[in-house]
Protein backbone atom coordinates (compact mmCIF):
# COMPACT_ATOMS: atom_id res chain seq x y z
CA UNK A 1 0.00 0.00 0.00
CA UNK A 2 1.40 2.99 -1.17
CA UNK A 3 1.47 5.92 2.00
CA UNK A 4 1.75 8.74 -0.55
CA UNK A 5 -0.89 7.79 -2.25
CA UNK A 6 -3.13 7.09 0.80
CA UNK A 7 -2.01 10.69 1.99
CA UNK A 8 -3.27 12.12 -0.77
CA UNK A 9 -6.58 10.40 -0.73
CA UNK A 10 -7.28 11.12 2.69
CA UNK A 11 -6.69 15.06 1.56
CA UNK A 12 -9.54 15.26 -0.75
CA UNK A 13 -12.68 16.50 -0.72
CA UNK A 14 -14.77 16.48 -3.74
CA UNK A 15 -18.49 17.29 -3.51
CA UNK A 16 -21.52 19.23 -5.37
CA UNK A 17 -23.23 22.16 -4.05
CA UNK A 18 -26.73 21.94 -5.33
CA UNK A 19 -30.12 23.96 -4.24
CA UNK A 20 -33.23 25.73 -6.64
CA UNK A 21 -32.01 28.64 -8.69
CA UNK A 22 -32.07 31.87 -6.78
CA UNK A 23 -31.10 29.93 -3.30
CA UNK A 24 -27.89 31.69 -3.74
CA UNK A 25 -25.61 28.75 -4.37
CA UNK A 26 -23.68 30.25 -6.89
CA UNK A 27 -22.69 32.95 -3.98
CA UNK A 28 -22.20 30.08 -1.66
CA UNK A 29 -19.30 28.91 -3.53
CA UNK A 30 -17.78 32.46 -3.96
CA UNK A 31 -17.55 32.50 -0.49
CA UNK A 32 -15.91 28.80 -0.17
CA UNK A 33 -13.42 29.98 -2.56
CA UNK A 34 -12.68 33.02 -0.96
CA UNK A 35 -11.52 31.12 2.41
CA UNK A 36 -9.48 28.90 0.32
CA UNK A 37 -7.71 32.34 -1.21
CA UNK A 38 -8.44 31.04 -4.54
CA UNK A 39 -10.37 34.53 -4.73
CA UNK A 40 -9.96 37.60 -3.51
CA UNK A 41 -12.54 40.00 -3.47
CA UNK A 42 -16.38 38.27 -3.76
CA UNK A 43 -18.18 39.37 -7.35
CA UNK A 44 -21.23 41.12 -6.55
CA UNK A 45 -23.31 39.08 -8.65
CA UNK A 46 -26.70 40.51 -9.08
CA UNK A 47 -25.83 44.36 -8.38
CA UNK A 48 -25.99 46.46 -11.26
CA UNK A 49 -23.26 48.99 -10.16
CA UNK A 50 -20.44 46.63 -10.21
CA UNK A 51 -20.29 44.48 -13.30
CA UNK A 52 -17.91 41.73 -11.43
CA UNK A 53 -19.59 38.57 -12.10
CA UNK A 54 -19.59 35.48 -9.91
CA UNK A 55 -15.99 33.51 -10.54
CA UNK A 56 -18.50 30.25 -11.24
CA UNK A 57 -20.71 31.36 -14.05
CA UNK A 58 -18.52 32.06 -16.96
CA UNK A 59 -20.31 31.35 -19.62
CA UNK A 60 -22.07 34.67 -21.05
CA UNK A 61 -25.89 33.39 -21.34
CA UNK A 62 -25.18 32.36 -17.07
CA UNK A 63 -24.28 35.82 -17.36
CA UNK A 64 -26.57 37.53 -18.66
CA UNK A 65 -29.45 35.72 -16.82
CA UNK A 66 -27.96 35.06 -13.64
CA UNK A 67 -28.18 31.65 -13.78
CA UNK A 68 -25.53 28.67 -13.78
CA UNK A 69 -26.61 26.34 -16.98
CA UNK A 70 -23.03 24.46 -17.19
CA UNK A 71 -21.06 22.52 -14.06
CA UNK A 72 -18.10 24.41 -13.31
CA UNK A 73 -14.99 23.00 -11.62
CA UNK A 74 -12.99 24.42 -8.97
CA UNK A 75 -10.02 23.17 -6.58
CA UNK A 76 -8.37 25.09 -3.76
CA UNK A 77 -6.85 24.46 -0.74
CA UNK A 78 -7.96 24.59 3.11
CA UNK A 79 -6.47 24.09 6.18
CA UNK A 80 -4.42 21.10 4.44
CA UNK A 81 -7.30 19.22 3.00
CA UNK A 82 -7.65 19.62 -1.35
CA UNK A 83 -10.77 20.58 -1.74
CA UNK A 84 -12.99 20.19 -5.32
CA UNK A 85 -16.33 21.79 -5.42
CA UNK A 86 -18.51 21.33 -8.79
CA UNK A 87 -21.12 24.01 -8.91
CA UNK A 88 -24.23 22.47 -10.75
CA UNK A 89 -26.66 24.10 -12.93
CA UNK A 90 -29.23 25.32 -10.34
CA UNK A 91 -32.06 25.35 -13.16
CA UNK A 92 -34.42 22.57 -13.79
CA UNK A 93 -33.87 22.61 -17.81
CA UNK A 94 -30.20 21.47 -16.65
CA UNK A 95 -30.65 18.65 -14.25
CA UNK A 96 -29.48 15.75 -16.39
CA UNK A 97 -26.00 17.73 -16.00
CA UNK A 98 -26.49 17.63 -12.52
CA UNK A 99 -27.41 13.97 -12.21
CA UNK A 100 -24.20 13.30 -13.84
CA UNK A 101 -22.20 15.70 -12.01
CA UNK A 102 -23.90 13.54 -8.55
CA UNK A 103 -22.07 10.75 -10.12
CA UNK A 104 -18.76 12.54 -9.59
CA UNK A 105 -18.72 13.69 -6.15
CA UNK A 106 -18.66 12.01 -2.58
CA UNK A 107 -20.49 14.34 -0.83
CA UNK A 108 -23.46 17.21 -1.05
CA UNK A 109 -24.17 20.35 0.09
CA UNK A 110 -27.78 21.37 -0.49
CA UNK A 111 -28.88 25.08 -0.24
CA UNK A 112 -32.37 26.27 0.86
CA UNK A 113 -33.55 29.50 0.79
CA UNK A 114 -34.82 30.03 4.58
CA UNK A 115 -38.23 32.00 2.70
CA UNK A 116 -39.08 29.55 0.05
CA UNK A 117 -37.99 26.21 2.31
CA UNK A 118 -37.62 22.68 -0.14
CA UNK A 119 -38.57 23.66 -3.55
CA UNK A 120 -39.59 20.71 -6.19
CA UNK A 121 -35.78 20.85 -7.65
CA UNK A 122 -34.15 20.17 -4.51
CA UNK A 123 -36.17 17.08 -4.06
CA UNK A 124 -35.37 15.43 -6.55
CA UNK A 125 -31.64 16.36 -6.51
CA UNK A 126 -31.93 14.68 -3.11
CA UNK A 127 -33.67 11.37 -4.44
CA UNK A 128 -30.64 10.88 -6.59
CA UNK A 129 -28.30 11.07 -3.12
CA UNK A 130 -30.55 8.34 -1.27
CA UNK A 131 -30.41 5.96 -4.59
CA UNK A 132 -26.30 6.30 -4.05
CA UNK A 133 -26.56 6.68 -0.37
CA UNK A 134 -24.34 10.17 -0.66
CA UNK A 135 -23.46 12.39 2.49
CA UNK A 136 -25.52 15.14 2.44
CA UNK A 137 -25.09 18.64 4.55
CA UNK A 138 -27.78 21.25 4.69
CA UNK A 139 -26.94 25.07 4.37
CA UNK A 140 -30.17 27.27 4.99
CA UNK A 141 -29.32 30.40 3.49
CA UNK A 142 -30.54 33.68 3.56
CA UNK A 143 -31.13 34.11 7.24
CA UNK A 144 -31.06 38.27 7.04
CA UNK A 145 -33.92 38.28 5.13
CA UNK A 146 -37.22 37.37 6.79
CA UNK A 147 -37.84 34.29 6.39
CA UNK A 148 -39.55 30.46 8.41
CA UNK A 149 -39.05 29.64 11.93
CA UNK A 150 -35.89 27.63 12.03
CA UNK A 151 -37.93 25.03 14.05
CA UNK A 152 -40.69 24.68 10.85
CA UNK A 153 -37.70 24.60 8.35
CA UNK A 154 -36.04 21.90 10.06
CA UNK A 155 -39.98 19.51 9.97
CA UNK A 156 -39.98 20.70 6.29
CA UNK A 157 -36.40 19.27 5.46
CA UNK A 158 -37.17 16.10 7.24
CA UNK A 159 -40.59 15.60 5.54
CA UNK A 160 -39.50 16.35 2.34
CA UNK A 161 -36.12 15.76 2.06
CA UNK A 162 -36.93 12.00 3.50
CA UNK A 163 -33.84 11.97 5.81
CA UNK A 164 -32.84 12.71 9.73
CA UNK A 165 -31.76 16.14 10.57
CA UNK A 166 -29.37 17.32 13.14
CA UNK A 167 -29.24 21.23 13.40
CA UNK A 168 -24.65 22.01 14.21
CA UNK A 169 -25.67 26.05 14.35
CA UNK A 170 -28.44 27.75 15.38
CA UNK A 171 -29.97 31.69 14.53
CA UNK A 172 -30.53 34.50 16.77
CA UNK A 173 -33.60 35.68 15.32
CA UNK A 174 -33.77 36.01 11.51
CA UNK A 175 -34.24 39.16 9.25
CA UNK A 176 -33.88 42.65 10.36
CA UNK A 177 -33.38 41.46 13.50
CA UNK A 178 -30.75 38.22 12.76
CA UNK A 179 -27.93 38.60 15.52
CA UNK A 180 -26.21 35.74 14.83
CA UNK A 181 -25.90 31.54 15.58
CA UNK A 182 -25.03 29.91 18.21
CA UNK A 183 -22.55 26.80 17.00
CA UNK A 184 -23.99 24.07 18.88
CA UNK A 185 -20.77 21.93 17.23
CA UNK A 186 -17.65 23.85 17.98
CA UNK A 187 -19.50 25.84 21.39
CA UNK A 188 -19.44 29.26 20.18
CA UNK A 189 -21.40 32.42 19.24
CA UNK A 190 -21.26 33.76 16.22
CA UNK A 191 -21.98 37.76 15.73
CA UNK A 192 -23.60 38.74 12.27
CA UNK A 193 -22.70 42.44 11.28
CA UNK A 194 -23.98 43.16 8.21
CA UNK A 195 -21.14 43.32 5.45
CA UNK A 196 -20.41 41.20 1.99
CA UNK A 197 -16.49 41.33 2.71
CA UNK A 198 -15.86 40.87 6.17
CA UNK A 199 -16.18 38.06 8.64
CA UNK A 200 -18.38 37.75 11.76
CA UNK A 201 -16.66 38.06 14.98
CA UNK A 202 -16.80 34.56 16.69
CA UNK A 203 -16.81 34.44 20.74
CA UNK A 204 -16.25 31.54 22.25
CA UNK A 205 -18.02 30.35 24.95
CA UNK A 206 -18.32 27.19 26.93
CA UNK A 207 -21.83 26.89 27.67
CA UNK A 208 -25.21 28.54 26.21
CA UNK A 209 -26.09 29.53 29.85
CA UNK A 210 -22.75 31.82 29.92
CA UNK A 211 -23.66 35.46 31.43
CA UNK A 212 -21.46 36.53 28.24
CA UNK A 213 -24.55 35.63 26.06
CA UNK A 214 -26.79 37.89 27.79
CA UNK A 215 -24.34 40.63 27.21
CA UNK A 216 -24.08 40.08 23.64
CA UNK A 217 -27.26 39.11 22.10
CA UNK A 218 -29.47 40.93 25.05
CA UNK A 219 -31.70 39.02 27.59
CA UNK A 220 -35.13 38.58 25.83
CA UNK A 221 -32.48 36.96 22.59
CA UNK A 222 -30.77 34.77 24.85
CA UNK A 223 -33.64 33.52 27.18
CA UNK A 224 -35.30 32.63 23.59
CA UNK A 225 -32.14 31.06 22.57
CA UNK A 226 -31.77 29.03 25.83
CA UNK A 227 -35.45 27.33 25.54
CA UNK A 228 -34.60 26.31 21.69
CA UNK A 229 -31.39 24.65 22.71
CA UNK A 230 -32.91 22.64 25.45
CA UNK A 231 -35.55 21.82 22.81
CA UNK A 232 -33.23 20.69 20.16
CA UNK A 233 -31.51 18.36 22.89
CA UNK A 234 -34.50 16.90 23.97
CA UNK A 235 -36.03 16.43 20.15
CA UNK A 236 -32.85 15.62 17.80
CA UNK A 237 -30.46 12.90 19.02
CA UNK A 238 -26.64 13.72 18.66
CA UNK A 239 -24.99 14.13 15.74
CA UNK A 240 -23.36 10.56 15.15
CA UNK A 241 -20.75 11.02 11.72
CA UNK A 242 -20.82 7.74 10.93
CA UNK A 243 -24.71 8.09 10.42
CA UNK A 244 -23.98 11.23 8.20
CA UNK A 245 -21.28 9.13 5.77
CA UNK A 246 -23.78 6.05 5.42
CA UNK A 247 -26.53 9.19 4.28
CA UNK A 248 -28.81 8.51 6.59
CA UNK A 249 -28.38 11.77 8.18
CA UNK A 250 -27.86 15.39 7.53
CA UNK A 251 -26.33 18.11 9.51
CA UNK A 252 -27.94 21.92 9.19
CA UNK A 253 -26.18 25.10 9.24
CA UNK A 254 -27.84 28.52 9.13
CA UNK A 255 -26.17 31.63 7.80
CA UNK A 256 -26.38 33.86 5.21
CA UNK A 257 -23.97 33.62 2.25
CA UNK A 258 -23.99 36.71 0.38
CA UNK A 259 -22.85 38.30 3.74
CA UNK A 260 -20.09 35.77 4.16
CA UNK A 261 -22.02 34.45 7.64
CA UNK A 262 -22.11 31.08 8.74
CA UNK A 263 -19.81 29.92 5.76
CA UNK A 264 -16.80 29.64 7.94
CA UNK A 265 -18.30 26.87 10.36
CA UNK A 266 -20.42 25.17 7.67
CA UNK A 267 -16.47 24.72 5.87
CA UNK A 268 -14.72 23.92 9.23
CA UNK A 269 -17.36 21.18 10.16
CA UNK A 270 -17.38 19.66 6.54
CA UNK A 271 -13.72 19.35 5.67
CA UNK A 272 -13.66 17.70 9.67
CA UNK A 273 -16.59 15.31 8.69
CA UNK A 274 -17.12 14.84 4.94
CA UNK A 275 -15.89 11.67 3.11
CA UNK A 276 -12.42 11.25 1.29
CA UNK A 277 -12.93 9.69 -2.05
CA UNK A 278 -14.63 5.90 -1.86
CA UNK A 279 -14.81 2.87 -3.57
CA UNK A 280 -16.75 2.62 -6.89
CA UNK A 281 -19.17 0.17 -8.36
CA UNK A 282 -17.98 -0.66 -12.18
CA UNK A 283 -19.36 -3.07 -13.97
CA UNK A 284 -17.01 -5.63 -13.63
CA UNK A 285 -15.80 -4.97 -10.00
CA UNK A 286 -15.85 -2.87 -7.27
CA UNK A 287 -12.60 0.19 -7.58
CA UNK A 288 -10.84 0.69 -4.42
CA UNK A 289 -9.33 4.57 -4.71
CA UNK A 290 -6.51 3.20 -2.90
CA UNK A 291 -5.26 0.83 -5.91
CA UNK A 292 -1.96 1.65 -7.53
CA UNK A 293 -3.41 1.45 -10.78
CA UNK A 294 -5.09 4.49 -12.34
CA UNK A 295 -9.03 4.24 -13.65
CA UNK A 296 -11.02 7.54 -14.05
CA UNK A 297 -14.15 8.08 -16.24
CA UNK A 298 -15.93 11.08 -18.37
CA UNK A 299 -18.76 12.60 -16.48
CA UNK A 300 -19.44 15.89 -18.43
CA UNK A 301 -17.81 17.20 -21.54
CA UNK A 302 -17.77 20.69 -22.45
CA UNK A 303 -17.29 22.68 -25.67
CA UNK A 304 -15.41 26.03 -26.27
CA UNK A 305 -14.12 26.74 -22.27
CA UNK A 306 -12.17 29.14 -24.47
CA UNK A 307 -13.49 30.39 -27.24
CA UNK A 308 -10.70 31.71 -28.77
CA UNK A 309 -9.55 28.45 -29.42
CA UNK A 310 -12.60 25.61 -30.79
CA UNK A 311 -11.58 22.98 -28.12
CA UNK A 312 -13.74 20.40 -26.07
CA UNK A 313 -12.47 19.92 -23.16
CA UNK A 314 -13.56 15.81 -21.31
CA UNK A 315 -14.05 16.16 -17.80
CA UNK A 316 -12.47 12.91 -15.71
CA UNK A 317 -13.41 12.07 -11.86
CA UNK A 318 -10.42 10.11 -11.33
CA UNK A 319 -11.38 6.79 -8.86
CA UNK A 320 -8.01 4.55 -8.38
CA UNK A 321 -4.02 5.24 -8.55
CA UNK A 322 -2.50 8.33 -9.61
CA UNK A 323 -2.81 10.30 -12.95
CA UNK A 324 0.31 11.32 -13.80
CA UNK A 325 1.08 13.56 -17.48
CA UNK A 326 2.49 12.22 -20.73
CA UNK A 327 1.60 8.63 -19.85
CA UNK A 328 -0.01 6.42 -21.86
CA UNK A 329 -3.68 5.13 -20.79
CA UNK A 330 -5.95 2.74 -22.07
CA UNK A 331 -9.04 4.34 -23.32
CA UNK A 332 -11.85 1.39 -22.81
CA UNK A 333 -13.99 1.80 -25.57
CA UNK A 334 -12.36 2.29 -28.42
CA UNK A 335 -9.18 -0.17 -27.01
CA UNK A 336 -6.61 2.53 -27.50
CA UNK A 337 -3.67 4.09 -25.59
CA UNK A 338 -3.40 7.56 -25.19
CA UNK A 339 -1.51 10.14 -24.05
CA UNK A 340 -2.32 13.73 -22.48
CA UNK A 341 0.26 16.29 -23.00
CA UNK A 342 -2.04 19.22 -21.61
CA UNK A 343 -4.06 17.81 -18.89
CA UNK A 344 -5.49 20.78 -16.87
CA UNK A 345 -7.02 21.50 -13.66
CA UNK A 346 -9.50 24.11 -12.57
CA UNK A 347 -9.87 27.45 -10.75
CA UNK A 348 -13.32 28.35 -12.37
CA UNK A 349 -12.03 29.85 -15.23
CA UNK A 350 -8.67 29.82 -14.75
CA UNK A 351 -7.02 26.54 -16.05
CA UNK A 352 -3.37 25.27 -14.91
CA UNK A 353 -1.33 22.26 -16.42
CA UNK A 354 -1.61 19.73 -13.81
CA UNK A 355 1.44 16.74 -13.81
CA UNK A 356 -0.10 14.69 -11.79
CA UNK A 357 -3.73 14.23 -10.05
CA UNK A 358 -5.10 11.64 -7.30
CA UNK A 359 -8.40 10.00 -6.76
CA UNK A 360 -10.77 12.67 -6.15
CA UNK A 361 -9.55 15.12 -8.41
CA UNK A 362 -11.00 16.06 -11.06
CA UNK A 363 -8.75 16.65 -14.66
CA UNK A 364 -9.62 18.46 -18.05
CA UNK A 365 -8.48 16.91 -20.97
CA UNK A 366 -8.63 18.22 -24.44
CA UNK A 367 -10.71 16.58 -26.86
CA UNK A 368 -10.55 16.38 -30.21
CA UNK A 369 -13.77 14.12 -30.95
CA UNK A 370 -12.29 10.81 -28.85
CA UNK A 371 -14.69 11.05 -26.14
CA UNK A 372 -18.41 10.40 -25.02
CA UNK A 373 -19.56 11.01 -21.82
CA UNK A 374 -18.98 7.36 -19.74
CA UNK A 375 -15.52 6.87 -21.46
CA UNK A 376 -13.34 5.21 -18.83
CA UNK A 377 -9.67 5.27 -18.76
CA UNK A 378 -7.36 3.35 -17.29
CA UNK A 379 -4.06 2.12 -17.06
CA UNK A 380 -4.66 -1.09 -18.99
CA UNK A 381 -7.43 -2.86 -17.64
CA UNK A 382 -10.70 -2.72 -19.00
CA UNK A 383 -13.36 -1.90 -16.58
CA UNK A 384 -16.94 0.02 -17.16
CA UNK A 385 -18.26 3.13 -15.04
CA UNK A 386 -21.94 2.33 -14.39
CA UNK A 387 -24.92 5.05 -13.83
CA UNK A 388 -24.64 8.23 -15.94
CA UNK A 389 -27.79 8.08 -17.68
CA UNK A 390 -29.09 10.30 -21.01
CA UNK A 391 -33.39 11.11 -20.31
CA UNK A 392 -35.82 10.90 -22.97
CA UNK A 393 -36.26 14.16 -23.64
CA UNK A 394 -39.65 15.86 -23.18
CA UNK A 395 -39.25 18.72 -25.86
CA UNK A 396 -38.36 18.51 -29.38
CA UNK A 397 -37.81 20.77 -32.62
CA UNK A 398 -36.62 20.74 -35.95
CA UNK A 399 -33.10 22.12 -35.96
CA UNK A 400 -32.89 24.61 -39.19
CA UNK A 401 -29.89 26.11 -41.35
CA UNK A 402 -30.74 30.20 -41.43
CA UNK A 403 -27.65 30.71 -42.89
CA UNK A 404 -26.75 28.30 -45.61
CA UNK A 405 -23.29 29.20 -46.31
CA UNK A 406 -22.50 28.01 -43.08
CA UNK A 407 -23.64 24.52 -42.99
CA UNK A 408 -20.34 23.06 -41.98
CA UNK A 409 -20.07 25.27 -38.70
CA UNK A 410 -23.86 24.25 -37.54
CA UNK A 411 -23.11 20.71 -38.39
CA UNK A 412 -19.88 21.12 -36.32
CA UNK A 413 -21.47 23.03 -33.19
CA UNK A 414 -24.02 20.47 -32.88
CA UNK A 415 -22.58 17.73 -33.08
CA UNK A 416 -19.74 19.21 -30.35
CA UNK A 417 -22.76 20.22 -27.87
CA UNK A 418 -24.79 17.01 -28.40
CA UNK A 419 -21.46 15.35 -27.42
CA UNK A 420 -21.65 17.19 -24.57
CA UNK A 421 -24.90 15.88 -23.13
CA UNK A 422 -26.81 19.26 -23.55
CA UNK A 423 -29.80 17.78 -25.74
CA UNK A 424 -29.80 15.03 -27.85
CA UNK A 425 -30.06 14.84 -31.91
CA UNK A 426 -32.48 12.40 -33.46
CA UNK A 427 -32.05 12.09 -36.83
CA UNK A 428 -35.74 11.28 -38.72
CA UNK A 429 -35.55 8.49 -40.93
CA UNK A 430 -38.33 9.49 -42.87
CA UNK A 431 -36.98 12.51 -44.58
CA UNK A 432 -33.84 13.07 -42.53
CA UNK A 433 -34.30 16.26 -41.25
CA UNK A 434 -32.47 16.57 -37.85
CA UNK A 435 -34.52 16.71 -34.36
CA UNK A 436 -33.19 18.16 -31.10
CA UNK A 437 -34.50 16.77 -27.99
CA UNK A 438 -34.32 18.70 -24.53
CA UNK A 439 -35.14 18.65 -20.78
CA UNK A 440 -36.63 22.05 -20.78
CA UNK A 441 -37.43 25.22 -23.35
CA UNK A 442 -33.79 26.96 -21.93
CA UNK A 443 -31.81 24.57 -23.59
CA UNK A 444 -33.07 25.40 -27.15
CA UNK A 445 -32.42 29.40 -26.33
CA UNK A 446 -28.81 28.01 -24.89
CA UNK A 447 -27.99 26.06 -28.11
CA UNK A 448 -29.32 28.68 -30.53
CA UNK A 449 -27.02 31.24 -28.75
CA UNK A 450 -23.85 29.04 -28.12
CA UNK A 451 -24.29 28.04 -32.25
CA UNK A 452 -24.42 32.02 -32.94
CA UNK A 453 -21.38 32.80 -30.60
CA UNK A 454 -18.90 29.95 -30.73
CA UNK A 455 -19.35 28.75 -34.00
CA UNK A 456 -20.53 31.72 -36.22
CA UNK A 457 -23.88 29.51 -37.14
CA UNK A 458 -27.48 30.42 -37.37
CA UNK A 459 -30.01 28.43 -36.82
CA UNK A 460 -33.95 28.46 -36.49
CA UNK A 461 -36.29 26.33 -34.67
CA UNK A 462 -39.60 24.61 -36.20
CA UNK A 463 -42.15 23.68 -33.85
CA UNK A 464 -42.88 19.76 -34.06
CA UNK A 465 -45.43 18.01 -31.26
CA UNK A 466 -44.06 15.17 -29.81
CA UNK A 467 -44.66 12.65 -26.89
CA UNK A 468 -41.92 10.64 -26.16
CA UNK A 469 -37.95 9.20 -28.43
CA UNK A 470 -38.22 5.59 -27.17
CA UNK A 471 -35.28 3.84 -27.90
CA UNK A 472 -36.16 -0.08 -29.09
CA UNK A 473 -34.95 -3.26 -29.45
CA UNK A 474 -35.88 -7.03 -29.92
CA UNK A 475 -34.20 -10.38 -30.10
CA UNK A 476 -37.04 -10.75 -33.10
CA UNK A 477 -35.10 -9.18 -36.06
CA UNK A 478 -38.74 -9.89 -38.26
CA UNK A 479 -40.64 -8.18 -35.51
CA UNK A 480 -38.10 -5.50 -35.35
CA UNK A 481 -38.13 -4.92 -39.25
CA UNK A 482 -42.05 -5.15 -39.10
CA UNK A 483 -42.35 -2.43 -36.85
CA UNK A 484 -40.03 -0.18 -38.63
CA UNK A 485 -41.90 -0.41 -41.72
CA UNK A 486 -45.21 0.10 -40.41
CA UNK A 487 -43.91 3.19 -38.53
CA UNK A 488 -41.70 4.50 -40.78
CA UNK A 489 -42.69 7.67 -40.52
CA UNK A 490 -41.69 8.01 -36.85
CA UNK A 491 -38.41 6.15 -36.98
CA UNK A 492 -35.20 8.16 -36.38
CA UNK A 493 -32.02 7.18 -35.56
CA UNK A 494 -29.48 9.04 -32.16
CA UNK A 495 -26.11 9.91 -32.79
CA UNK A 496 -25.17 6.38 -32.00
CA UNK A 497 -27.11 5.53 -35.22
CA UNK A 498 -29.86 3.52 -32.81
CA UNK A 499 -33.33 3.32 -33.64
CA UNK A 500 -35.75 5.18 -31.74
CA UNK A 501 -39.31 5.45 -31.80
CA UNK A 502 -40.90 8.80 -32.03
CA UNK A 503 -44.03 8.55 -30.50
CA UNK A 504 -46.40 11.85 -30.99
CA UNK A 505 -49.12 11.07 -28.28
CA UNK A 506 -49.25 8.61 -25.04
CA UNK A 507 -51.74 6.86 -26.89
CA UNK A 508 -49.72 6.20 -29.78
CA UNK A 509 -46.97 5.08 -27.93
CA UNK A 510 -49.64 2.69 -25.62
CA UNK A 511 -51.17 0.88 -28.94
CA UNK A 512 -47.16 0.55 -30.23
CA UNK A 513 -46.56 -1.37 -27.19
CA UNK A 514 -49.57 -3.73 -27.29
CA UNK A 515 -49.55 -4.54 -31.14
CA UNK A 516 -45.88 -5.17 -30.73
CA UNK A 517 -45.45 -7.67 -27.78
CA UNK A 518 -41.77 -8.55 -28.95
CA UNK A 519 -40.42 -4.76 -29.08
CA UNK A 520 -38.96 -3.61 -26.01
CA UNK A 521 -39.33 0.35 -25.18
CA UNK A 522 -36.78 2.19 -22.97
CA UNK A 523 -37.22 5.77 -22.00
CA UNK A 524 -33.30 6.11 -21.29
CA UNK A 525 -30.30 5.46 -23.69
CA UNK A 526 -29.00 3.04 -21.30
CA UNK A 527 -29.84 -0.35 -21.72
Not at 27 to 50: C, P, R
Not at 183 to 212: A, C, M, W
Not at 411 to 426: C, P, R, S, T
Request: aromatic share 10%; hydrophobic share 40%.
Amino acid sequence: MNEELKKEIEKRRTFAIISHPDAGKTTLTEKLLLFGGAIHVAGAVKSNKIKKTATSDWMEIEKQRGISVATSVMGFDYDGYKINILDTPGHQDFAEDTFRTLTAVDSVIIVVDVAKGVETQTRRLMEVCRMRNTPVIIFVNKLDREGRDPFDILDELENELKIKVVPLTWPINIGAKFKGVYNLYEHGLDLFTPSKQTISERVEIDDVNNPLVDELVGEADAKKLREDIELIDGVYPEFDVNEYLEGKVAPVFFGSALNTFGVKELLNCFVKIAPSPKPIEAEERRVDPQEESFSGFVFKIHANMDPNHRSCIAFVKICSGKFERNVGYKHVRSDKVMKFAAPTAFMAQKKSIVDEAYPGDIVGIPDTGNFKIGDTLTSGESIHFKGLPSFSPEMFKYIENADPMKAKQLDKGIKQLMDEGVAQLFTNQFNGRKIIGTVGQLQFEVIQYRLLHEYGAQCRWEPLSMYKACWIESDDKEALEAFKKRKHQFMATDKEGRDVFMADSNYVLQMAQNDFPKIRFHFTSEF
